[in-house]
């Protein structure tokens, strides 16, 4: 992983763009993060793949900063996809510490129950109640 240091002056101003901008944030980057926690959770979160899609945000951005600056072909491919790594890198960084994903990069508990959907959480709380040892009051 390199540093934010490393990266070229290109592709860390599309990066604080996007982070600055409150319609991608709010239209593309929350969504994106709540369908890579649903993945984590199912233990089919996919680095190589999540990059990919974090791509798909850094080519939004790069229209909207085009557009709303002018100019043609402000950021390159690669820049993008540099872009796309460090959304990445950000994004584990953020489940890392909110206590989602374990440094070896699999899911904790917490991201497990964030994945499950309402059903199958009624039925772990139905099993967990029926598995309670009884108490000798109530024999």
Do not use: C
Request: proline share 4%; charged share 40%.
């Amino acid at each position: 992983m390199k540093s934010y240091d490393d990266r070229s002056a290109e592709s860390r101003e599309l990066k604080v763009y996007i982070d600055n901008d409150y319609n991608l944030y709010k239209q593309r980057y929350e969504p994106m993060v709540d369908n890579q926690m649903k993945k984590l959770g199912k233990s089919i979160y996919n680095p190589i793949l999540a990059e990919k899609m974090w791509k798909y945000l850094a080519d939004e951005g790069a229209k909207k900063y085009q557009k709303e600056f002018g100019g043609s072909n402000l950021f390159s491919p690669a820049d993008r996809r540099e872009v796309a790594e460090m959304l990445r890198d950000d994004f584990e960084d953020r489940m890392r510490n909110e206590g989602f994903m374990r440094k070896d990069g699999k899911p904790t508990e917490k991201a497990i129950k964030h994945a499950m959907t309402r059903a199958q959480k009624e039925k772990a709380k139905r099993k967990k109640k029926n598995t309670m040892p009884r108490s000798r009051h109530f024999r």
